[in-house]
């Protein structure tokens, strides 16, 4: 399998990630996961998130 690739989208709302991610997903030479933060941050949960943001929200995408 080959090494993919990462690409962090950051914005505040309104900025265009979601028309970004869309433009990439409909390219034919190459395939794109998308993995968006709510997610993860749905994973942990607000009492967690709440102590320490980046702590629990880093452990949970590692272990992704």
Given at each position: ?64
């Amino acid at each position: 399998m080959e090494k993919g690739k990462i690409i962090y989208l950051n914005g505040v709302t309104s900025t265009g990630k979601t028309s970004i991610v869309e433009a990439l997903q409909a390219r034919d030479d190459y395939f794109f996961y998308v993995v968006a933060n709510d997610l993860f941050e749905e994973m942990v949960g607000d009492k967690y998130l709440q102590q320490n943001y980046w702590k629990y929200l880093s452990e949970v995408i590692i272990l992704m």
